[in-house]
C-alpha cells in the first residue's frame, strides 16, 4: 500500500512514472520498514537534482 501510495504522490507531484518506480524502489531497498509519508521524502530525495 505504501509503495502504491507513494507512487501516486510522486505522479500527482509531475514526476514519470518510470522515474518515480526506480526512486521507490531503491527508497525500498534501502530501508524496507518506510511507511507512506518516510518512503515519499525518501523517494523525492533521491530524485532530488544533484550538484
Not at 14 to 35: I, T
Amino acid at each position: 500500500m505504501a509503495q502504491a501510495d507513494a507512487l501516486s504522490a510522486l505522479g500527482n507531484l509531475g514526476y514519470a512514472p518510470g522515474e518515480a518506480v526506480q526512486a521507490v524502489a531503491q527508497a525500498l531497498q534501502a530501508d524496507p520498514d518506510l511507511d507512506t509519508p518516510g518512503l515519499i521524502r525518501a523517494a523525492l530525495r533521491l530524485l532530488a537534482p544533484k550538484g
